[in-house]
């Protein structure tokens, strides 16, 4: 059981350039999750998904994409790399909430993405 | 607008003595509250929660305090100790919203030997 694994964990663009970063889950979680890390601004979420084939926008979703085309994996694209997405990239899955309260969210080990 | 804040971003804390990490929050919707820890090159890994519906919750060395009123929780590390050493984060959600978190800016605690 390998929780919630992350492919690549380092990486390193040039301006414009364009990447797909990879989340996979064994645990048979519904909800996704990408977050970004930056320095001074805590965890912020990208884009999450709720279930296969679905997808949703976080606070911060400019310049990403998402797909969730099986349940256990949920991809992030960069289309055109920005120094500005320069981070720390979190992937986390969690279990459909039951009796009304929102389940404990499991993350990834984290992907450093640097564009130059 | 930071709906969440940990406006202490360190903390350096004699082994064997309490940790207190504080969290306050801006949105009187929220009512389920986390933290998670991290450790360097790692992900967040969750530690203790608490709903609205109590001010209390324990499990072993940590209890989180949360005071609606002053829309403030605590987290309370006893005794802390040298592997306590990372980044908390406070994390806060809507009930019956859409599954989301919003994650304070962490704080650094160091326990010193």
């Known amino acids: 059981n390998a929780g919630v694994t992350q492919t690549p964990k380092f990486r390193v663009l040039k301006t414009g350039q364009s990447m797909t970063l990879l989340c996979a889950q064994d645990?048979?979680?519904?909800?996704m999750y990408w977050y970004r890390q930056d320095p001074g601004m805590g965890l912020r979420l990208i884009h999450y998904s709720v279930g296969e084939g679905t997808t949703a926008k976080g606070e911060v979703p400019d310049g990403y994409n998402v797909s969730r085309l099986k349940k256990q994996n949920f991809l992030l694209g960069l289309e055109s790399a920005a120094p500005s997405q320069t981070s720390v990239y979190f992937c986390?899955?969690?279990?459909?909430?039951?009796?009304?309260?929102?389940?404990?969210?499991?993350f990834g080990p984290g992907t450093r993405l640097t564009v130059l | 607008d930071q709906q969440v804040k940990q406006n202490s971003p360190s903390l350096s804390v004699q082994e064997g003595r309490i940790s207190i990490l504080n969290c306050d929050y801006t949105?009187?919707?929220?009512?389920?509250f986390l933290w998670y820890k991290k450790y360097p090159a790692e992900g967040p890994t969750f530690l203790i929660s608490?709903?609205?519906?109590?001010d209390k919750n324990e499990d072993g060395r940590f209890t989180v305090f949360l005071n609606k009123s002053a829309k403030h929780l605590s987290l309370h590390i006893v005794p802390s100790q040298p592997g306590d050493s990372a980044v908390y984060f406070c994390a806060a959600s809507k009930l019956g919203g859409t599954y989301k978190y919003i994650f304070g800016t962490g704080t650094r605690l160091k326990v010193l030997a």
């Open positions: 949105n009187s919707m929220f009512d389920y």
């Open positions: 986390a899955s969690s279990q459909s909430p039951r009796g009304g309260l929102t389940d404990t969210q499991y």
């Open positions: 645990m048979n979680h519904e909800y």
């Open positions: 608490i709903s609205s519906i109590k």
